[in-house]
């Protein structure tokens, strides 16, 4: 069974960083890719950024590029979102999810974080 926690979340100051983490479990890390995800209140989830391990490649929503960069640790089965000068607009709750290199989408989430940029 997949399992991903996520931590790391909090409030911060505009300007401020963060790095969220994403312990991982229960497949195997080096088929995979994993995802972080966010949704602000009253909005939809939307995608900030994956890696995958096949190749090692990444992407990243526009509103994060430059800012954010997403990184993993295989020998802890860890997943990191650091995140630079933040802006209010990245107040959300941040989920890590996980997909075989197979499948069409993501399928197992973790319970989330929240991060609050306060201005």
């Known amino acids: 069974e997949v399992q991903l926690v996520e931590s790391g979340g909090g409030l911060v100051q505009a300007g401020g960083s963060l790095r969220l983490s994403c312990a991982a479990s229960?497949?195997?890390?080096?088929?995979?890719?994993i995802g972080w995800f966010r949704q602000a209140p009253g909005k939809e989830r939307e995608g900030v950024s994956c890696i995958r391990s096949s190749d090692g490649s990444t992407d990243y929503a526009d509103s994060v590029k430059g800012r954010f960069t997403i990184s993993t640790n295989k020998a802890k089965n860890m997943v990191y979102l650091q995140m630079n000068n933040l802006n209010p607009d990245d107040t959300a709750v941040y989920y890590c999810?996980?997909?075989?290199?197979?499948?069409?989408?993501?399928?197992?989430w973790g319970q989330g974080t929240q991060v609050t940029v306060s201005s």
């Open positions: 999810a996980h997909k075989s290199s197979s499948a069409g989408s993501f399928g197992s």
């Open positions: 229960g497949f195997t890390f080096d088929d995979y890719a």
